[in-house]
T-cell receptor, first 113, second 116 residues
Framework: LAKTTQPISMDSYEGQEVNITCSHNNIATNDYITWYQQFPSQGPRFIIQGYKTKVTNEVASLFIPADRKSSTLSLPRVSLSDTAVYYCLVGDIRAGGGNKLTFGTGTQLKVEL | DSGVTQTPKHLITATGQRVTLRCSPRSGDLSVYWYQQSLDQGLQFLIQYYNGEERAKGNILERFSAQQFPDLHSELNLSSLELGDSALYFC???????????????FGPGTRLTVT
């Protein structure tokens, strides 16, 4: 499982776009990048997953540069309810590695008025 | 709502006791995962079942065991409980394919276990 590095915390204000970057220098060819969100005392929630370039869904966008050594989760126009911990995970989803899912400390995002 | 259900929501018990936590995966999901999250710690993977069979073990103590039944629901049994076992226990399930998108897991609301 590739090691990932994220900022411990980030602060933002309502209505702003938030970009959380994750570094994964030793990402392997078959690895995918997955992001989860977790609110206090709740289970993590799958946000988005991608392999290269850009992936967008109704919640977020995931930007992955050509070298894939980092990725950026972009949350458009955040609100107070986006205050949560965000986790970046990297691994080969095709190898049945879901059982090796390792949640690190993540990034604590705090959104204020 | 992820579609994964867990019961009970809260459980308070004494040291030395045994408890059973129950999980029903999303409809159609064959994989079930169990995680433990203690205060100030990240999620720790405990064990995975796929279509009734144990697939992988993580940091699961010998006092803990699990199984997945033919209807795909799963139970996590915790015995000889210690104070340190107090934690949130999450169950997650993933889509049908054994390999594809196994990082796309859907977590239940968790069971908060308090051992006194």
């Amino acid at each position: 499982l590739a090691k990932t590095t994220q900022p411990i915390s980030m602060d933002s204000y309502e209505g702003q776009e938030v970009n959380i970057t994750c570094s994964h220098n030793n990402i392997a060819t078959n690895d995918y990048i997955t992001w989860y969100q977790q609110f206090p005392s709740q289970g993590p929630r799958f946000i988005i997953q991608g392999y290269k370039t850009k992936v967008t869904n109704e919640v977020a966008s995931l930007f992955i540069p050509a070298d894939r050594k980092s990725s950026t989760l972009s949350l458009p126009r955040v609100s107070l309810s986006d205050t949560a911990v965000y986790y970046c995970l990297v691994g080969d989803i095709r190898a049945g590695g879901g059982n090796k899912l390792t949640f690190g400390t993540g990034t604590q995002l705090k959104v204020e008025l | 709502d992820s579609g994964v259900t867990q019961t009970p929501k809260h459980l308070i018990t004494a040291t030395g006791q045994r408890v059973t936590l129950r999980c029903s995966p999303r409809s159609g999901d064959l994989s079930v995962y169990w995680y433990q999250q203690s205060l100030d710690q990240g999620l720790q993977f405990l064990i995975q079942y796929y279509n009734g069979e144990e697939r992988a073990k993580g940091n699961i103590l010998e006092r803990f065991s699990a199984q997945q039944f033919p209807d795909l629901h799963s139970e996590l049994n915790l015995s000889s409980l210690e104070l340190g076992d107090s934690a949130l226990y999450f169950c997650a399930s993933s889509p049908k394919s054994e390999t594809l998108s196994s990082y796309e897991q859907y977590f239940g609301p968790g069971t908060r276990l308090t051992v006194t």
